[in-house]
């Protein structure tokens, strides 16, 4: 069974400052990862996805993260914090076997952005 | 191009009423799948659906929780008794095709609320 570690609930940072979201994941096969953005109210939107090829991974908003097989890591970064940042992000796992069709979320990161 | 419409976006029940969401997909989808967003929790996977057959229901409840994708029309999930255990956002998306590298696209969630 997969599962996904998110680690801080919380994670608060300047305007300006680097954004680190971690995300550490359990699986039997190396996954297909994803990072999702949640603001208030609304739906979730895909900010990236790693399936194969380079383990470095570009996104929208500025947001990129890196595959680490070894560290079984795939954490979000972004260079400078922008006040519009400030949301829940989810990280996400599938099965690339196709044992199962749903994704696999960890509990979210509420990202917190000081002026 | 609309994207994932979920309708209603907020319900409220009463314990023992039935619950009814609906969704339809983006123009040109025919894969739904259903998520339950408790309080502080990341999404779980419910139910994945094709027209008119459920393919991994291996997520939902085992009582009083149902969802049908028909020919024709939105899907639904039905939730029969609720109880206040059920008051959660749920969250409908949906995919070009079957495969986990296919992107999931999102609606914006029906919050559920059971008095």
């Known amino acids: 069974a997969q599962s996904v570690t998110q680690l801080g609930s919380h994670v608060s940072v300047s305007e300006g400052a680097l954004v680190l979201l971690r995300c550490n994941y359990s699986?039997?096969?190396?996954?297909?990862l994803f990072w999702y953005v949640q603001y208030p109210n609304q739906g979730l939107q895909l900010l990236l996805k790693?399936?194969?090829?380079?383990?470095l991974v570009k996104g929208i908003n500025g947001f990129e993260a890196e595959f680490k097989k070894s560290e079984t890591s795939f954490h979000l970064t972004k260079p400078s914090a922008h006040m519009s940042d400030a949301a829940e992000y989810f990280c996400?796992?599938?099965?690339?076997?196709?044992?199962?069709?749903?994704?696999?979320f960890g509990k979210g990161t509420h990202l917190i952005i000081q002026p | 191009n609309a994207g994932v419409m979920q309708n209603p976006r907020h319900l409220v029940r009463r314990r023992g009423q039935e619950a009814r969401l609906r969704c339809s997909p983006m123009?040109?989808?025919?894969?739904v799948y259903w998520y339950r967003q408790l309080p502080e929790e990341g999404l779980k996977f419910m139910v994945y659906?094709?027209?008119?057959?459920?393919?991994?229901e291996s997520g939902m409840p085992k009582e009083r929780f149902s969802a049908e994708f028909p020919k024709e029309g939105p899907s639904i999930l039905r939730i029969q008794q609720v109880v206040r255990g059920d008051s959660a956002a749920y969250f409908c998306?949906?995919?070009?095709?079957?495969?986990?590298?296919?992107?999931?696209?999102f609606g914006p969630g029906t919050r559920l609320t059971v008095l």
């Open positions: 659906l094709q027209k008119e057959n459920i393919i991994d």
């Open positions: 790693y399936t194969t090829g380079a383990t």
């Open positions: 699986s039997s096969v190396p996954p297909y």
């Open positions: 996400a796992v599938s099965d690339p076997g196709g044992g199962a069709d749903g994704l696999t």
């Open positions: 123009k040109g989808h025919s894969h």
């Open positions: 998306a949906s995919s070009p095709g079957r495969g986990s590298y296919n992107e999931q696209f």
